[in-house]
T-cell receptor, first 116, second 115 residues
Framework: ETGVTQTPRHLVMGMTNKKSLKCEQH?????MYWYKQSAKKPLELMFV???????ENNSVPSRFSPECPNSSHLFLHLHTLQPEDSALYLC???????????????FGPGTRLTVL | DQQVKQNSPSLSVQEGRISILNCDYT??????FLWYKKYPAEGPTFLIS?????DKNEDGRFTVFLNKSAKHLSLHIVPSQPGDSAVYFC??????????????FGKGTKLSVKP
């Protein structure tokens, strides 16, 4: 596997379920990100990790819980979601924090989440 | 309130012609701008960028123009090819402030290049 991978690619869950999204990067990067892309909205940054430490939480509801056990893996734990949380969830990584110059962010293919 | 705006949700262009995708921003602290391209079922991939100290950056068929006074940038693709059909996202970032240089994205413009 190369680049940034995400599993599962598609997920349907009920509002009372608990599920987790997984992201793995094979690039040796130090920073990882979760983004949310809802229909007709810009990509919204949810969480940022640098060297396994969370450095940003953009006012995301507590029903989304990130975990970064090491610099290669990032999880998004989901609990009691709402239908409006249905979206494409994208993971990205970069060598260091940010995304400019040689420090571009590489994205995974995303997980298409549907909450019933 | 959106800081990065792509007001055209879609654009259709004939193969061989020029595609021009537009992006406006409101935050004068932005000093670096990027374009990402996204195919269906794939993540966005970096295409081209420009620093605020420049007004033009060219890479092959792709050129980005920056007009700081108008807070406007555009991506020109010439000649357009059917393989360029994708969603194009404009993004901006600032080296200042406490946002750790996070990328702020627009909603995207879906480009269709017809043979």
């Amino acid at each position: 596997e190369t680049g940034v991978t995400q599993t599962p690619r598609h997920l349907v869950m009920g509002m009372t379920n608990k599920k987790s999204l997984k992201c793995e990067q094979h690039l040796g990067h130090n920073a990882m990100y979760w983004y949310k892309q809802s229909a007709k909205k810009p990509l919204e940054l949810m969480f940022v990790y640098s060297l396994e430490e969370r450095v940003e939480n953009n006012s995301v509801p507590s029903r989304f819980s990130p975990e970064c056990p090491n610099s290669s893996h990032l999880f998004l734990h989901l609990h009691t979601l709402q239908p409006e949380d249905s979206a494409l969830y994208l993971c990205a990584s970069s060598q260091d924090l940010g995304g400019r110059g040689d420090n571009e962010q590489f994205f995974g293919p995303g997980t298409r989440l549907t909450v019933l | 309130d959106q800081q990065v705006k792509q007001n055209s949700p879609s654009l259709s262009v004939q193969e061989g012609r020029i595609s021009i995708l537009n992006c406006d921003y409101t935050n004068s602290m932005f000093d670096y701008f990027l374009w990402y391209k996204k195919y269906p079922a794939e993540g966005p991939t970096f295409l081209i960028s420009i620093s605020s100290i420049k007004d033009k950056n060219e890479d092959g068929r792709f050129t980005v123009f920056l007009n700081k006074s108008a807070k406007h940038l555009s991506l020109h693709i010439v000649p357009s090819q059917p393989g360029d059909s994708a969603v194009y996202f404009c993004a901006a970032t600032s080296a200042y402030g406490g946002s750790q240089g996070n990328l702020i994205f627009g909603k995207g413009t879906k480009l269709s290049v017809k043979p």
